[in-house]
T-cell receptor
Framework: KQEVTQIPAALSVPEGENLVLNCSFT??????LQWFRQDPGKGLTSLLL?????REQTSGRLNASLDKSSGRSTLYIAASQPGDSATYLC??????????FGAGTRLTVKP | NAGVTQTPKFRVLKTGQSMTLLCAQD?????MYWYRQDPGMGLRLIHY???????AKGEVPDGYNVSRLKKQNFLLGLESAAPSQTSVYFC??????????FGPGTRLTVL
């Protein structure tokens, strides 16, 4: 069974810092990995999707990497802003009907 | 282009009552999903559909039924609600093996 772990569970940083969120998974036979952002009381917003054949994806200040063999992904956020405060979720897809989510990292960026 | 919409946004039920949650998407996606999100448990897949007229069980299907009579709609039914079904329910849709897009969620309380 695929287990997805996100560390740390919570993170607080001052504005402007670069930071890394971690995601690990136990079964490396995945099709893709997706990072989401969730604001309190809201739905999930897709940030980045990395297909299993890719090593990384970038969108603006966000960069996500994937190392399938070690079962790890990282989400790098450059020059963090208070508006980045949210919970970040990673999810791995063994096939399109079996997406497993981590419990998330709650990020607070202090002005 | 509304993306994925869900109705209702909030609902309170008494134990034993029934209800139907509606999900609609306007992106012509083949795949649709229902998840529940509980504190400390992350998101878990309830049922999914890979096309009009087809449905299948996910990780936690007991107590729920679904129907996909039209490609753009996916309904989640609770025939006899139980307090354990108190949760936030999310619908999502996607093309096969591509990123999933989520609706805003339905917050359900069963008393």
């Amino acid at each position: 069974k695929q287990e997805v772990t996100q560390i740390p569970a919570a993170l607080s940083v001052p504005e402007g810092e670069n930071l890394v969120l971690n995601c690990s998974f136990t079964d490396s036979a995945i099709y893709n990995l997706q990072w989401f952002r969730q604001d309190p009381g809201k739905g999930l917003t897709s940030l980045l999707l990395i297909q299993s054949s890719q090593r990384e994806q970038t969108s603006g200040r966000l960069n996500a990497s994937l190392d399938k063999s070690s079962g790890r992904s990282t989400l790098y956020i450059a020059a963090s802003q208070p508006g980045d405060s949210a919970t970040y979720l990673c999810a791995v897809n063994r096939d399109n009907n079996d997406m497993r989510f981590g419990a998330g990292t709650r990020l607070t960026v202090k002005p | 282009n509304a993306g994925v919409t869900q109705t209702p946004k909030f609902r309170v039920l008494k134990t034993g009552q029934s209800m139907t949650l509606l999900c609609a998407q306007d992106m012509n996606h083949e795949y649709m999903y229902w998840y529940r999100q509980d504190p400390g448990m992350g998101l878990r897949l309830i049922h999914y559909s890979v096309g009009e007229g087809t449905t299948a069980k996910g990780e936690v299907p007991d107590g729920y039924n679904v129907s996909r009579l039209k490609k753009q709609n996916f309904l989640l039914g609770l025939e006899s609600a139980a307090p354990s079904q108190t949760s936030v329910y999310f619908c999502a849709s996607s093309y096969p093996r591509y990123e999933q897009f989520f609706g805003p969620g339905t917050r359900l309380t069963v008393l």
